[in-house]
């Protein structure tokens, strides 16, 4: 395939799913279908390159959707500025709280502890078996988050965290460790 070709065709899977287009940027839908808040003061402050950091105090955080890929930027991590700027939707997890960073040395911390939350996905995404990434992601989120906030989280919001189709999220979450079962019927 010519560099021409998969410029393409890597397009059309985009923009099948998760470019604004198809709407889930503009719409992110609970798993139950009921729509979720975006919370657009937060996205209006990422645009302003405003920069905050995640109460560590508290089980919360953000998924911060990028036009490819998602990020989670958790407990302690800093959020805005130049960084993400080129947010385009962003979820909530548990009772968000931002803090403004009130000296240089908050700033570099929260930098640093964004850079982990970072290094955690990506030694998740190194696994090359997708079904394994999302269950792994799935467990961490459930470890850090009560089950039944993880289950309200879309399933593109995994997908796009690990590098999946959001369908293979959907498998996962209804097969479980048992998907080489599923596969088998």
């Given at each position: 395939m010519d560099s021409e070709q998969r410029q393409r065709y890597q397009a059309a899977i985009v923009s099948t799913y998760y470019c604004p287009e198809t709407g889930f940027l503009d719409n992110p839908a609970m798993r139950d279908g009921t729509k979720r808040?975006?919370?657009?003061?937060?996205?209006?402050?990422?645009?302003?390159?405003?920069?905050?950091i995640v109460n560590s105090r508290k089980r919360n955080g953000l998924i911060l959707f990028k036009r490819y890929h998602a990020e989670f930027a958790g407990p302690g991590a800093v959020v805005g500025g130049d960084y993400d700027s080129d947010c385009q939707c962003v979820i909530?997890?548990?009772?968000?709280?931002?803090?403004?960073?009130?000296?240089?040395?908050?700033?570099?911390?929260?930098?640093?502890?964004?850079?982990?939350?970072?290094?955690?996905?990506?030694?998740?995404?190194?696994?090359s078996v997708s079904s394994q990434r999302v269950q792994k992601i799935l467990d961490q989120f459930?470890?850090?988050?009560?089950?039944?906030?993880?289950?309200?989280?879309?399933?593109?919001?995994?997908?796009?965290?690990?590098?999946?189709?959001?369908?293979?999220?959907?498998?996962?979450?209804?097969?479980?460790?048992?998907?080489?079962?599923?596969?088998?019927?």
């Open positions: 808040s975006q919370r657009p003061d937060i996205l209006a402050s990422l645009h302003n390159r405003e920069v905050f909530s997890i548990g009772n968000l709280s931002l803090l403004t960073p009130e000296a240089h040395d908050d700033r570099q911390k929260a930098y640093l502890i964004r850079r982990q939350w970072i290094r955690l996905i990506k030694q998740i995404t190194e696994n459930e470890q850090y988050f009560p089950p039944e906030v993880v289950a309200e989280l879309p399933d593109v919001a995994f997908a796009m965290l690990v590098g999946v189709l959001p369908q293979t999220v959907s498998i996962v979450r209804h097969f479980g460790s048992d998907l080489d079962d599923a596969f088998d019927e």
